[in-house]
């Protein structure tokens, strides 16, 4: 599927499944905790879902996993591959992110939680006040990936 961003940049949406290879430079995690959906609170942005970019000789899941801990302390039980987009920029690099579904067992409490005030969670993504959100939670792409997961019956 494809459509203009906030920006008018034009983003490039496919679902995906587990036989798919990621191949993003950047990872996205929508989280479970106990029935209800892990968000963080970036301390600048807001709200919003763990995530961030894949390092160096890092492959996609396990950046994944990587962020969805430095930035929440959860430990990640079962991990869905659900899709990726690409947002076409005006840089040599492509903007490319892997979403995965990820069931949370435990949350292990952090000193640190990097860029982050630690994890948060709310039943949906409507259920957080406006003024709490991320720009990011009303990112056209990410919001098709949350309806993913629930199309999948994943929550």
Do not use: W
Request: charged residues 30%; contains cysteine; aromatic residues 10%.
């Amino acid at each position: 599927m494809k459509f203009l961003d906030k920006d008018q940049r034009e983003v490039h949406l496919t679902y995906k499944t587990n036989k798919d290879v990621p191949t993003g430079n950047h990872v996205l995690a929508i989280p479970v905790y106990q029935h209800q959906l892990l968000f963080t609170c970036h301390k600048i942005r807001g709200i919003e879902f763990p995530g961030g970019k894949r390092e160096l000789n890092e492959t996609s899941i396990d950046a994944i996993r990587r962020e969805l801990y430095e930035e929440t302390g959860a430990h990640a039980i079962d991990i869905k591959y659900i899709a990726q987009y690409k947002v076409e920029t005006n840089s040599n690099i492509d903007f490319v992110k892997d979403v995965y579904f990820i069931q949370v067992d435990t949350l292990k409490e952090q000193s640190d939680y990097l860029e982050t005030d630690g994890p948060c969670l709310f039943q949906s993504v409507e259920s957080i006040p406006d003024n709490k959100k991320s720009f990011l939670l009303k990112d056209d792409a990410i919001l098709h990936c949350y309806e993913r997961v629930k199309t999948l019956g994943f929550y």
